[in-house]
């Protein structure tokens, strides 16, 4: 959902460029009986022009229609504030090969006590032919809003669109329709640049360019500026959640939008616990073709010593569809409501196939831990070297001779630095707002290791003489609703000189519910869930071996000795805590085979009870033998 204030300031932009394009449309061309009948060609001008457009109100001190037919009087009558007549059949009347309007001014006010003021200079319409005008131009323009909490200031560079239909866009914006009509194009193509706004509260936006094509729309029950106004409102308080459910259904069913690029976008803010910068090079959507989807690319944030950067990230197979039926399934409630429920902002999420991004890296703020102490460089001269020219006599005195304990250097504050080559997630269709299925690929996730010490299991690698950490993960499940199964596809975490873990299982009593993060449901799904099957693959790379080197170090023992111990341990320990049935013996000879020579160990674990085992069993078993005896286990190395 869009915030409020952000509505206001899109429903306020669009209004203003909307209106430009409409009054400088007010000279489209005149049926071919009408141009016969008319005067010859002059060029015409009206002075204090006052158009009142919803809650918008134009003013044009002085516009010059060039090359019409229309006499002063006739172009006065159409452009009449408290004019009876339809924008469109006015609209028809008119012809000219140019309009010239040196300064536009567009006022519009709410909602609340926004009052915002956009002023274009130069404002050119040429070949204004059938209600269409082929290139409208405006030399700039200044954005002022002086009230309301959205105060702020901002500027246009050029603007241009190219193959404007008016008759369309006043269609839409004040003629009601059902929402199912054709979509009709208001514009071919448009450009904005040098576009910046800095609100009261220290935020500015910059935009270098933006470039839109094949902006059109259907026509909606409340016209848009009704719908606009309705959305702009909002629902918060005590307020009736489903006239705003309606409008936003509408509009964005009725909207259609061919591509959208823009170039150079920055948001700096001037926060007082550090200043924030973000910018993205270029952001682009495409409703169809080969690039259909949405692209962002050089994306980065800093934030004092923090920096972030991302080199390429695309959404595709985005669908706002749920989100629609969402919207229409709260405007149809037939009891007033002031808001949303958990489960119904989960049914609003719009439908995504799939999101990739690559070159990620985030520079973590350097330690603040005690400075660390290392030896001077050898290749630093010392007191009694050859003197070094370009050395102050200050510094030449400072330096310490060879041997003292001063001659260290105190090295800089490291900064940890984690990074992430590719990252792919792919998602299934949507149940109750819930992915069917997903999938998520990370590819070189390396940060250091001291970063994940004290997690569990990963925690112990840097003992064991990791200091950098190359991982790739894969999480890849999918949920059975009418079953009520969970089925992990892959689990996967696999390390460069670590080795991998795999788990592949099914969990039966896994509904919807489970995800919609209250925290009943997690208590529910104790005494619901249960184990139907679970493989275990481990494939040592290197850990096993550090492991033991570590823990003979420990005990003081010669790592054949500790390798030894441990493989006594698994033929004759692990069956005995886990009731020396054939499975533990099987278990604990597996485990042997892997210390004696640590290569691939696989466990495949399945219930003997097809609903599974409860997890309430599993935690209320009064040893690990009781749980085993339910279980069909496999057991390989190697």
């Not at 172009?75 to 609209?91: K, Q, T, V, Y």
């Not at 550090?546 to 030894?564: G, I, N, V, W, Y």
């Amino acid at each position: 959902m869009i915030h409020p204030k952000a509505r206001s300031r899109l429903r306020s932009t669009l209004a203003a460029t909307c209106a430009l394009v409409l009054l400088a449309g007010a000279a489209s061309p005149a049926p071919l009986a009408a141009q016969e009948g008319a005067a010859a060609v002059q060029d015409v001008t009206v002075t204090d022009v006052m158009l009142p457009l919803g809650g918008t109100l134009l003013k044009a001190p002085k516009l010059t229609a060039s090359g019409t037919r229309l006499s002063k009087e006739d172009l006065a009558a159409i452009l009449r504030p408290d004019s009876s007549e339809a924008w469109e059949a006015r609209l028809a009347r008119l012809d000219a090969g140019s309009l010239t309007i040196p300064v536009l001014t567009s006022e519009h006010a709410g909602p609340g006590d926004d009052r915002q003021t956009v002023t274009y200079r130069d404002v050119v319409a040429r070949d204004v032919r059938s209600g269409r005008v082929g290139e409208l131009t405006a030399a700039g323009a200044t954005v002022s809003a002086v009230a309301g909490p959205n105060r702020g200031t901002g500027t246009y560079g050029q603007v241009r669109a190219t193959d404007l239909d008016l008759t369309a866009l006043s269609r839409l914006y004040t003629v009601p329709g059902d929402g199912k009509g054709p979509v009709q194009r208001v514009y071919g193509t448009i450009q904005v640049s040098d576009v910046t706004y800095s609100d009261a509260r220290g935020t500015t936006v910059k935009i270098a360019r933006l470039n839109g094509r094949d902006l059109g729309a259907r026509q909606v029950p409340d016209g848009w500026n009704g719908a606009f106004e309705i959305v702009a409102a909002g629902f918060q308080g005590p307020k009736d959640r489903r006239p705003f459910a309606d409008s936003a259904a509408d509009l964005i069913e009725a909207s259609a939008l061919g591509s959208l690029e823009m170039h150079g976008l920055s948001v700096s803010d001037s926060d007082p616990r550090g200043p924030i910068l973000f910018e993205i090079d270029r952001a682009a959507y495409a409703a169809t073709g080969p690039d259909a989807g949405t692209v962002l690319e050089n994306v980065s944030l800093s934030r004092g010593s923090l920096r972030a950067h991302l080199g390429r990230l695309a959404l595709t197979g985005v669908s706002l569809a749920p989100t629609v039926a969402a919207l229409r399934a709260a405007a149809a409630d037939p009891e007033p409501r002031p808001g949303f429920s958990d489960a119904e902002m989960h049914r609003l999420t719009p439908a995504l196939g799939g999101l990739t991004l690559s070159d990620l890296s985030v520079d973590l703020p350097p330690d603040t831990g005690p400075p660390k102490i290392v030896p001077r460089d050898p290749h630093v001269p010392s007191r009694g070297a050859a003197p070094d020219p370009t050395k102050s006599a200050s510094a030449k005195l400072s330096e310490p001779k060879p041997g003292d304990p001063l001659a260290v250097t105190i090295a800089p504050p490291s900064t940890p630095r984690v990074a992430l080559r590719a990252a792919a997630l792919s998602f299934g269709p949507l149940q109750d707002g819930l992915p069917s299925a997903s999938r998520l690929t990370l590819t070189g996730l390396s940060l250091p290791a001291d970063l994940v010490a004290g997690a569990p299991i990963i925690g112990a690698l840097p003992a064991y003489g990791y200091r950098d950490l190359d991982l790739d993960v894969v999480a890849d499940a999918a949920l059975d609703e009418k079953a009520r199964d969970l089925s992990i596809r892959e689990v996967s975490v696999s390390g460069r000189d670590i080795g991998t873990v795999r788990l592949t299982g099914t969990l039966g009593g896994i509904g919807p519910e489970l995800f919609s993060g209250s925290l009943p449901a997690a208590t529910m799904l104790m005494f619901s869930g249960s184990a139907k099957n679970l493989d275990v693959t481990v494939e040592n790379a290197g850990l096993f071996e550090r492991f033991l080197a570590a823990q003979s170090k420990d005990l003081s023992l010669k790592p054949d000795e500790l390798r030894k111990e441990y493989v006594t341990a698994s033929l004759l320990g692990v069956p005995v805590i886990l009731g020396n049935t054939p499975a533990a013996k099987g278990l604990g000879a597996a485990m042997g085979q892997f210390v004696m020579k640590p290569g691939k160990l696989v466990v495949r674990a399945k219930s003997k009870e097809p609903a599974g085992i409860g997890f309430i069993d599993i935690g209320a078993a009064r040893s690990p033998a009781a749980v085993l005896e339910r279980l069909d286990v496999d057991a390989k190395a190697n």
